[in-house]
């Protein structure tokens, strides 16, 4: 690998912790601006980039399913749905999200390549996500039901910044806090009472 090849992936990793850190801004309570600020426009694009992209591996694992596009708060959000008949879209899950997680991040890197421009594209396929998103309601009302009842701090499973940041604003609104511990793969959610 030479030098040029180095820097890049640094210059990647070091984009990928701001981004966290930004998300991570924005699930403690700060203000994402970046999110607030990106272009309708640039949003749609990274869309249809994206789909692009998402089409051509589709066809290539010859898997069927149609893509949706929608832009809202300040992201673009991809669906990939199928048909009850279609085969292969769990694949593309996985076990617990995480091919679903690597496909997002391929994704992310194709918009990236095309754009220029850093996306914080979110992927889902199938419906996947918003069951994730009602189980993480269910872990975080849990959490803060063990809270409520001794007083003592809840560790949660390591998850990925989207999914933090869902726990987040469930713990919050129901009048605790949390805050996330950990580096890379074991950072994790800590619900307490203060």
């Not at 994206?50 to 149609?66: H, N, P, R, S, T």
């Not at 008949?85 to 095309?114: D, H, M, N, Y």
């Not at 009302?141 to 990925?160: C, I, R, T």
């Amino acid at each position: 690998m030479n030098g040029t090849d180095d820097s890049l992936e640094w210059e990647n990793a070091h984009e990928d912790g701001a981004a966290e850190d930004a998300e991570e801004t924005a699930a403690d309570g700060g203000a994402d601006e970046e999110a607030d600020e990106t272009p309708v426009s640039r949003l749609e694009e990274e869309g249809d980039v994206a789909a692009d992209y998402l089409e051509e591996l589709l066809d290539i694992a010859d898997i069927d399913g149609d893509i949706d596009i929608e832009v809202r708060g300040g992201r673009t959000y991809l669906s990939v749905i199928g048909d009850e008949s279609a085969e292969g879209l769990e694949t593309l899950v996985g076990s617990g999200g995480e091919v679903l997680e690597a496909l997002q991040e391929l994704t992310r890197l194709a918009v990236l390549s095309q754009t220029g421009t850093r996306s914080r594209l979110v992927l889902d396929i199938n419906g996947y996500r918003g069951e994730r998103t009602k189980y993480l309601h269910s872990i975080a009302e849990d959490a803060v039901a063990k809270v409520k009842a001794d007083g003592a701090a809840v560790h949660l499973e390591p998850m990925s910044s989207y999914e933090r940041k869902i726990v987040h604003d469930v713990v919050a609104d129901l009048g605790y806090a949390s805050e996330s511990e950990g580096e890379g793969a074991k950072r994790h959610i800590v619900v307490s009472t203060d």
